[in-house]
């Protein structure tokens, strides 16, 4: 189909969008390998690889063992030396073991060589709550976001995650690109042109003149429930996808809350140092105070228990509390 | 004389007087030297080609200047001095210098092993016969990131050396307090790997077990482990307490690779002297042009970030 600027679109489940991302930059640059745990014929935890062991063989689609820490560095070290590797970590919880190769060294590496050496190395995980518990569960982007030299990406429609992924696949320094269980059963129109999106743009996602709701990953989804209710009650919110943690685009969430003045920030993890404590630190540093609000998940570890799990994380509910709450003040 | 012999001795003649002459300045910083593990470093960069790359941990002077890097750009490096190979900007922890053949130092203990790993799975996938050897000390050994190397690279026969450098000491830690395994080379083995324990403090027995370790990998017989026994003669860091006794000290020079080699050659007073003196002028120029060379600018702190 088209889309509303007359582009050839398809319909793709993340798992299909991030396999054609992934085997259009295995095609057209021979240094894009592929690394982790059941990613070989076994075409990756979520299918996200189908295909590509078959078609690329097992030198470029490596089955790793169970060894985070080794194979991120291993991806480290290849693409120092010329490589540009995607790691898979199964979990974003996994992630916590690499971290060492990851911020020690990969983070560091142009800037501790002067320019000389760089590690394109993508890191892709993993995140949200989805009945697994305490250790499969969490969404730690804000703790990637402040590592310098680190990118940190997190994609909320198929289309996006295509054209992220892409765009990781040819950064210069190593990428963090982070999708969510509760995304995967959900398929989005993906352009055909082979677009890649650059780090660094948020995507308006709904418009409004009351509330900014800045938001990323499937958390866009709740915030757009939470607008779609709202709206009901007379309160006109603007939803901004991120989808770029790192770097951030403060351009459009700033001309955004200077037309509504107020600005809700959703997460799905802790709000302590979170991303929208960041968001709104900048704001408020750019523009001056404003009312503003966080909503994030409680301060508790996430349950495989179903009712303990959705007490705690974020819901349409929550977020539409907050909004009227803010704009009552 | 093997021609090899003379000229391995040289090279650890200067890494001493280097790592002197730095440790002598008063604004030095923090440095890990490899007084006492020189052979190691010579040795081990004998059986080295010039395609081939090296990576260690944090304890690198040494091995980049046996790995034949400029000395003047390392002492430059280590001081911070923007003639530095990197700038100034990695020192002794960090140092990097691909062109040599000096991949980097890593500074976290046991980090720099699985990088090694992937400039190896690199070199396999160039499939250019070029191998690397990655370095690191006894503390190493109890870091997961070996173990977890150590498989990684036995599934896939990588072109990787390990060669540990068991100076018997981390910081304070006494080597027998903090491994359990006999000799550490035997962790080596656990994955299949050919692995043996050598007197690190034989210049030629290391330069001839890492040769011949280092051609069976260029065959494809996959990774190998060397475990080299040296010794320590100065405390973990420059600003790191000595926690051992001056006799122990005085005894522990005795075993000195330098000594040894010496001896070896059956070297008069008037060539060791020559020695001695054509390493303190090496050290002495690699001095004088780091002085020469500025400090970076400030202004320059956030370029080449990410």
Known sequence: MLDSLGVPTKRLFFREAVAKAVREEMLRDGRVLVMGQDVGSFGGSYREFDGLFAEFGAARVRDTPVAENASIGIGAGAAAAGYRPLVTITYMDFLMLGFDPLINYAAKLRYKTGGGLTAPVVVKTTAGAQGQGVAHSQCIEAWLMSVPGLKVVAPS???????????????????????????????????????????GQAAVRREGTDVTI?????????????????????????????????PLDMATIIQSVARTGALVTLEEGQVTTGVGAEVIARVVET???????????????????????????????RVAEAVRNLLAR | MKPNSFTMLRAMTRIRAFETALAARPDHGFQLLSSGEEAVAVGLSSALNAGDQLLTGGRSIGPVIARGADPRRVMAELLGKTDGMNGGRAGRGHLSDPGSGFFGAHAVVGGNISIAAGVALAKQ??????????????????????????????????????????????????RQDALAPRRLSDIGATFGLP????????????????????????????PAFVE???????????TARETRKRQELAELLTHCPIRRQIARLGLDEDTVEMLDREAAEFAAEALAFAEASPYPSAAGVLTDVG
């Open chain 2, 228 to 238: 080299c026994t040296s010794i320590r003669l100065r405390s973990h860091s420059t």
């Open chain 1, 214 to 246: 800045t938001t990323h990953s499937f958390m866009t989804r709740v915030a757009l429930e939470a607008a779609e209710r709202l709206e009901g009650d007379g309160i006109s919110c603007e939803v901004i996808d991120l989808r770029s943690l790192a």
């Open chain 2, 195 to 222: 692995a043996c324990t050598i007197d690190g403090l034989d210049v030629e027995g290391v330069a001839a077990t890492i040769g011949e370790a280092a051609d069976k990998i260029r065959q494809g017989h996959g």
């Open chain 1, 287 to 317: 523009i001056g105070h404003l009312p503003w609000a966080r909503v994030g998940a409680l301060p508790a570890p996430v349950s495989s228990n179903p009712v303990l799990e959705a007490a705690c994380v974020p819901n349409a509910t």
């Open chain 2, 125 to 174: 996938l160039d499939n250019d016969g070029s191998i690397v050897a990655v370095l690191f000390g006894d503390g190493a050994c109890g870091s997961g990131a070996l173990h977890e190397t150590l498989n990684m690279a036995a599934i896939w026969k990588l072109p990787l050396l390990f060669v540990c450098n068991n100076n018997q000491w981390s910081v304070s830690t006494a």
């Open chain 1, 157 to 199: 429609t198929p289309a996006d995650a295509y054209g992220l992924m892409k765009t990781a696949l040819r950064a210069d320094g190593p990428v963090v690109y982070i999708d969510h269980k509760r995304l995967f059963p959900v398929p989005g129109e993906v352009p055909l042109a082979g677009d890649l999106i650059p780090f």
